[in-house]
């Protein structure tokens, strides 16, 4: 540490703490002019007094003597600004010099002398020390502060003040008043830098290191990244501390979320903001002043108890590249949807969330209530959240408590999302609205299937099939929906084609065992087969050619190799219908009464001999026929591109109801850049009404 000679003007280095005699420092503002190091060791005495920030070291040096200590400290001037090293020391070491000084001046340079007492908290409050980043931890360290003016005339002391102060800055009196400030909570601290200014990105984050009690490494060059790099720090430091994620605006529900049913399955449509942006958030804050609203923000009381529990395993949390990985409890009461405007589209997109609870909150009059973080699903099992976090009497004591958030706890990715910038030959699922969970899927190559960002990316020109989504009620049942581009136009931006196929694998019983065939009743009708079994509502049975079924998913984004060759190719089977019978095609039901009619398709279908009709060993092999044969299964429908086209299926036994919605857009009004917005809407009887949670 080095310090300057209140009467002679040496400059001294003290290598040990231990040597370091009492000492007086300066708390200012930097200004045109200062003074350096190299210009206190260089320049002759007359070009030093000459310089501007030369006066308020005088005031310094004489207000010291006079208060008997024979030295002081000046950031200006003690610090070789030009040694990076010496620099990275100084500031990592700033806050417990400020904290050891006998007594810290704060010179106000812009407030003049001979105040009256009640004009003194107005001009304080315009004071620029009270607005930049270095001053905080000035304020805050020292046992004692007191405040001069431009002529250096003293206007008061820190404990004096602490009432005028505390109001101007939102620091709580106990912490101007000699409390230890690292029993404030992160947010606590990050709030009183949140109206904070510096002359650098960097120093943002550098400012603040002693307030957290952290160091690291001073990189001058890398911006904002510091400030992440100083949250980081934080985290490892205070990993029980949740307090470090509760920034943003504090809402009591989350404006996003939609309220009605009619919203989500498309009955009435939803409002777009153009001037919303829906790229998503890490978890981490861009800077101090988006914990404006957080200081009131503390620790859960019985955090310790949640993170120290013998039955449930937490883990620290970590940040992996751009990730934060994080033990967080989920409150789970349903679908909940929220909206995301779009981006060059008058689209507005739903999409699912999860809330999750921070060990943190506010408490209020009533009650502790917990702060919730809204975190929007993305592909690839990560989440990104919005600037809103939510506290209300949903989540608080004592309906909430720490047994209870152990037991919701899961391990969360969460990172930056960039926005959705839609491009040509794109589908976007501007609703998909399923009461039954989309498991896996299927993909050509020249998509990207992102069904939790609500989008199907084109890479490339695509003609046939686009992908095939997987719809499991069980393991041994469920819905397989395939998406097409037919027509004569091959550049991508043919007509869409939908097709679904109910999936129902019964348990093979001794006599159904492999190779011998079974029957197994199915919706009115029997399709005799090996092991397993497919709908078979079409006219004729289904018909597979060989090559079709062989193909595999090789042109597929699938790893499941060649799953789609173990659809095997038994012998023929023939297929019973009773004499009434009704058939689904988009959206219109008719029936084929006629007993004499149905003999004779019966006599065709017998003809058809060396004709085969797969079975399947399980749901995987169904989905992958679907994939292979999207062309010949029963329920299909071509939406023309020329208007909206909604195609509605009716719930039918093991069918849901499926109610599909396209239309064709375009970006910016350019017809040469055509889009597809589509409503994916999947639902049963059971659950029409209250099909989401706000």
């Known amino acids: 540490m080095r310090l300057l000679n209140s009467c002679s003007g040496e400059m001294r280095t003290f290598m040990s703490y231990a040597d370091v005699p009492l000492y007086a420092i300066l708390s200012h503002t930097w ?33 010291a003597a006079r208060d008997g200590l024979e030295w002081v400290w000046v950031d200006t001037c003690c610090i070789d600004q030009t040694s990076s090293a010496e620099l990275t020391e100084s500031i990592n070491s700033m806050f417990r010099w400020y904290k050891d000084a006998a007594i ?64 101007i ?24 830098a949140a109206n904070r200014e510096t002359s650098r990105d960097e120093d943002v984050a550098y400012c603040l290191l002693g307030i957290f009690d952290v160091n690291m490494p001073l990189i001058y060059g890398e911006g904002t990244k510091a400030f992440q790099r100083l949250q980081e720090e934080i985290m490892k430091t205070y990993p ?35 001037d919303e942006d829906d790229s998503l958030l890490g978890f981490l804050a861009h800077s101090p002043e988006d914990f404006r609203d957080s200081g009131k923000f503390v620790a859960y009381k019985e955090a310790k108890k949640y993170f120290r529990r013998w039955d449930v395993l937490l883990t620290a949390p970590e940040q992996v590249g751009r990730t934060v990985r994080i033990d967080l409890p989920i409150v789970s009461s349903g679908l909940h949807l929220a909206v995301c405007h779009g981006y060059r589209l008058p689209v507005a997109r739903l999409r699912r969330v999860k809330a999750a609870v921070l060990v943190c909150g506010r408490q209020d009059e009533d009650a502790f209530k917990f702060v919730t973080v809204p975190l929007f699903i993305c592909t690839g099992g990560f989440y990104g959240r919005t600037r809103e976090i939510v506290v209300n009497d949903l989540v608080a004591l004592p309906r909430v408590n720490y047994e209870l958030l152990g037991k919701w706890q899961s391990q969360l990715l969460i990172e930056r999302q960039p926005r959705y ?13 399923t009461v039954v969970p989309c498991s896996s899927s299927i993909a050509a190559e020249t998509v990207d299937v992102s069904i939790d960002d609500g989008c199907i990316r084109a890479l490339g020109p695509t003609h046939g099939r686009v992908a095939c989504l997987a719809f499991e009620y069980s393991y041994s049942a469920g819905l397989g929906l395939s998406i097409a581009r037919v027509g004569d136009n091959e550049d991508g931006t043919g007509n869409l084609h939908f097709a679904f196929m109910p ?33 078979g509502s079409k006219a004729d049975m289904i018909e597979v050619n060989g090559e079709e079924s062989n193909r ?37 039901t008719y029936e084929k009464g006629d007993e004499k009619e149905d003999e004779r398709e019966e006599e065709g279908q017998a003809k058809e001999a060396k004709k085969e009709t797969p079975w399947f060993t399980d749901t995987r092999s169904a989905y992958y026929f679907l994939w292979n044969n999207w062309e010949h299964v029963p329920h299909s429908q071509v939406m023309s591109t020329e208007r909206k086209h909604t195609w509605d299926v009716p719930e039918d036994g ?24 589509v409503d994916i809407i999947i639902t049963t009887k059971h659950a029409q009404n209250g099909i989401i949670r706000a």
Not at 661 to 677: F, G
């Open 654 to 677: 093991p069918v849901p109801n499926v109610r599909i919605t396209a239309e064709r857009m375009y970006l910016d009004d350019d017809v040469d850049q055509p889009v597809d917005v």
């Open 552 to 588: 595999g998913p090789s042109e597929g984004k699938s790893n499941e190799g060649t799953h789609a060759e173990e659809i095997s190719r038994g012998n023929n089977r023939r297929v019973t219908r009773s004499s009434t019978r009704k058939r689904m095609r988009g959206g219109s």
């Open 421 to 433: 910038r839609p491009g040509v030959g794109d589908i976007i699922l501007r609703r998909f609205v």
């Open 104 to 167: 810290c001046y704060a010179y106000l340079a812009d407030v003049a002398k001979n105040l009256r007492l009640s004009t003194i908290e107005k001009k304080l409050r315009k004071s620029r020390w009270f607005t930049r980043g270095w001053t905080l931890q000035e304020l805050i360290a020292p046992a004692e502060v007191v405040f001069y003016s431009m002529d250096w005339h003293q206007v008061g002391t820190k404990s004096e003040l602490a009432a005028c102060i505390s109001d």
């Open 240 to 274: 029980e501390d949740h307090t470090l994620f509760a920034w943003g605006e504090v809402m009591s529900q989350f404006s996003r979320y939609v309220e009605s049913d009619a919203h989500a399955l498309g009955l009435e449509p939803i409002a777009w903001d153009p």
């Open 31 to 63: 200004d045109e002019d200062e003074v350096s190091y190299q210009d206190w060791q260089m320049l002759p005495w007359p070009a030093i007094q000459a310089k501007k920030g030369f006066q308020k070291i005088e005031y310094c040096c004489q207000q």
């Open 503 to 535: 999936v129902d694998i019964a348990p093979a019983t001794s006599a159904q065992q492999i190779p011998g065939p079974g029957l197994v009743e199915h919706r009115g009708e029997a399709v005799e087969m090996g092991e397993g079994i497919i709908e």
């Open 169 to 192: 800055t939102q620091i709580d009196q106990i912490y101007l008043s000699g409390a230890d400030v690292q029993q404030a909570s992160i947010a606590q601290r990050m709030s009183w």
